[in-house]
């Protein structure tokens, strides 16, 4: 669960500053992927863990709202973890994660999944749940004959025998910075950083950049999609919307650059509305919106 305060800026390190309004709204990077590709379209399955208390029953019905199977998810005696999120006037935020339920999930969840989904798809993963997990999700996906998506946020390395089995891994900025120690202040520095992640066996990189779009570094070279450009309000969860909309768009079909360009119009919508699952976008909306943007 998400609380949101929002204040004409971020406060400095040990400043305490008055904030305009505050909310809770259903979050958790993993289920606003979910929400992202179920809104879209998608046929999706969550799996992971929330807690016995009042947080876990608005999540659930959330995602459930919005066409993600539920299925998978267990409860635990743990809190159901929590989000503390700053938003500044210009749409920037801070966020401290409160793991909580999520660190719960276990190899059982993760096999009890791949059991009873028989045919292959798309999985798509974070690192909110223990990096072990995180791991044995990926080995079972990529033996089971899935696509393998690896959203390392928040940021945290995982074993380098598992980076040969992500078909793509999806950073931004920080988190690339983070997990090659490198540079990232101009494009041929992300580009240069985007190529040690695939040094490590991933075959495609995809750097998120906000407003500055997105860069897809594969065996065929480096490839910059433009952004949509809007004015944002909140960027709460646009990361989020960006890699549910490219699983969705290559479940579809779609060619890796028309995903992408897909989930940059998703994105885009997503940080013009407050909030993490309730600023994602329907399919209808994200057609409109691409139709008035790119004609």
Same mark, same amino acid.
């Given at each position: 669960?998400?609380? &949101?305060? +929002?204040?004409?800026?971020?406060?400095?390190?040990? /400043?305490?500053?008055?904030?305009?309004?505050?909310?809770?709204?259903? $979050?958790?990077? $993993?289920?606003?992927?979910?929400?992202?590709?179920?809104?879209?379209?998608?046929?999706?399955?969550?799996?992971?863990? &929330?807690?016995?208390?009042?947080? +876990?029953?608005?999540?659930? &019905?959330?995602?459930?709202?919005?066409?993600?199977?539920?299925?998978? !998810?267990?409860?635990?005696?743990?809190?159901?973890?929590?989000?503390?999120?700053?938003?500044?006037?210009?749409?920037?935020?801070?966020?401290? %994660?409160? $793991?909580?339920?999520?660190? /719960?999930?276990?190899?059982?969840? !993760?096999?009890?999944?791949?059991?009873?989904?028989?045919?292959?798809?798309?999985?798509? %993963?974070?690192?909110?749940?223990?990096?072990?997990?995180?791991?044995?999700?990926?080995?079972?996906?990529?033996?089971?004959?899935?696509?393998? !998506?690896?959203?390392?946020?928040?940021?945290?390395?995982?074993?380098?025998?598992?980076?040969?089995?992500?078909?793509?891994?999806?950073?931004?900025?920080?988190?690339?910075?983070?997990?090659?120690?490198?540079? %990232?202040?101009?494009?041929?520095?992300?580009?240069?950083?985007?190529?040690?992640?695939?040094?490590?066996?991933?075959?495609?990189?995809?750097?998120?950049?906000?407003?500055?779009?997105?860069?897809?570094?594969?065996?065929?070279?480096?490839?910059?999609?433009?952004?949509?450009?809007?004015?944002?309000?909140?960027?709460?969860?646009?990361?989020?919307?960006?890699?549910?909309?490219?699983?969705?768009?290559? +479940?579809?079909?779609?060619?890796?650059?028309?995903?992408?360009?897909?989930?940059?119009?998703?994105?885009?919508?997503?940080?013009?509305?407050?909030?993490?699952?309730?600023?994602?976008?329907?399919?209808?909306?994200?057609?409109?919106?691409?139709? &008035?943007?790119?004609?």
């Amino acid at each position: 669960m998400d609380l &949101v305060a +929002a204040a004409s800026r971020l406060p400095q390190k040990g /400043e305490t500053i008055f904030g305009s309004t505050f909310a809770t709204f259903p $979050g958790g990077k $993993g289920a606003n992927q979910a929400v992202a590709a179920g809104k879209l379209g998608g046929y999706v399955s969550m799996v992971g863990c &929330v807690g016995n208390d009042s947080f +876990a029953n608005e999540l659930l &019905v959330s995602l459930k709202s919005n066409q993600v199977n539920i299925n998978f !998810i267990r409860h635990v005696d743990v809190a159901t973890g929590t989000a503390l999120i700053t938003v500044g006037g210009e749409g920037a935020n801070t966020i401290v %994660v409160v $793991g909580g339920a999520n660190m /719960e999930c276990d190899f059982l969840d !993760i096999d009890n999944a791949f059991e009873k989904i028989v045919e292959p798809g798309i999985l798509l %993963v974070q690192n909110e749940i223990p990096r072990g997990i995180v791991e044995h999700a990926i080995r079972t996906a990529k033996y089971s004959g899935w696509m393998v !998506i690896f959203n390392p946020a928040p940021a945290r390395q995982i074993g380098i025998k598992c980076m040969p089995l992500v078909d793509i891994i999806i950073p931004n900025e920080t988190e690339l910075a983070l997990l090659t120690s490198s540079p %990232v202040t101009t494009q041929d520095e992300v580009i240069s950083a985007a190529e040690k992640l695939r040094n490590l066996g991933t075959s495609t990189v995809i750097v998120t950049m906000g407003a500055k779009g997105a860069i897809c570094c594969s065996e065929s070279g480096s490839h910059h999609v433009k952004p949509y450009i809007v004015e944002a309000v909140d960027t709460t969860a646009a990361g989020d919307a960006y890699a549910g909309a490219l699983a969705t768009g290559l +479940a579809e079909g779609k060619t890796l650059f028309d995903s992408m360009d897909f989930a940059a119009a998703v994105a885009a919508l997503s940080v013009t509305r407050t909030g993490a699952q309730p600023s994602l976008p329907w399919r209808s909306e994200v057609e409109e919106f691409i139709t &008035v943007k790119r004609g």
